[in-house]
Every structure is written in C-alpha cells, then in structure tokens.
Nanobody, 122 residues
Framework: IQLVESGGGSVQAGGSLRLSCAASGYSARNNCMGWFRRVPGKEREGVAT???????TYTDSVKGRFTISRDNAENTLYLQLNSLKPEDTAMYYCAAAYFSYYPRRCTAYSYWGQGTQVTVSS
C-alpha cells in the first residue's frame, strides 16, 4: 500500500490550498482515510477523516474551513484548505485504514504517506 501526498506549499493567511493523496494497492472506496498534521515539538493531530460510508469528522479548529473528500474512481483523497491561518502551518499526512461494518468502525490507521508541508504566513 502506497499513499502519495501532493499539493502543499506556502500561502499567505486567508489563502487556500488543496491537498491530494493518491492511493495504490488499497481501495479508498468503502474504507477509511484521514488527514493528520504535525508541528515539530508537538503531537500529531487528527485534522479530518472520512469513513467507509462517507461520514466525515473534523477537529474543531478547522471546522468550516477545511473539507475532506474522496474520489473513488481516482482512488484519491483530498483536503480543501480555505481561510488558512498561520497556526495551520504543519506537515500534513494522509493515512488509510479499513472499515468494519460489524462493528461499525475504522481500524487503526496503519498506512501513512510521506507528508506534504503547508506553510501559512501572516
């Protein structure tokens, strides 16, 4: 299983970016994928997830600004980042897990991409 992120970059506060995560050796359809971020010296933070049926979750600090989506045909996960703030600066990682219907849950995120850097200047 390989996850390859792209789309990071440097923007000014208020700007937008779209991150992509192309999956191979894994079917994004009906499974769980998520975006996580890490700032040096801090713990990794879950940003947004999407489960098998398509339900999404967001950490409070990005609600209303970020949107996670999945293109099953392209086997690609996206994260649209709008109204970016300097505190969104981090390395963003894509991760994949499997979805269980009984019980209804995602397994642990065991597969990770190499990360893409997002830098937001004030």
């Amino acid at each position: 299983i390989q996850l390859v992120e792209s789309g990071g970059g440097s923007v000014q506060a208020g700007g937008s970016l779209r991150l992509s995560c192309a999956a191979s050796g894994y079917s994004a359809r009906n499974n769980c994928m998520g975006w996580f971020r890490r700032v040096p010296g801090k713990e990794r933070e879950g940003v947004a997830t999407i489960d098998g049926p398509g339900s999404t979750t967001y950490t409070d600090s990005v609600k209303g600004r970020f949107t996670i989506s999945r293109d099953n045909a392209e086997n690609t996960l996206y994260l649209q980042l709008n109204s970016l703030k300097p505190e969104d600066t981090a390395m963003y990682y894509c991760a994949a897990a499997y979805f269980s219907y009984y019980p209804r849950r995602c397994t642990a995120y065991s597969y990770w991409g190499q990360g893409t850097q997002v830098t937001v200047s004030s």
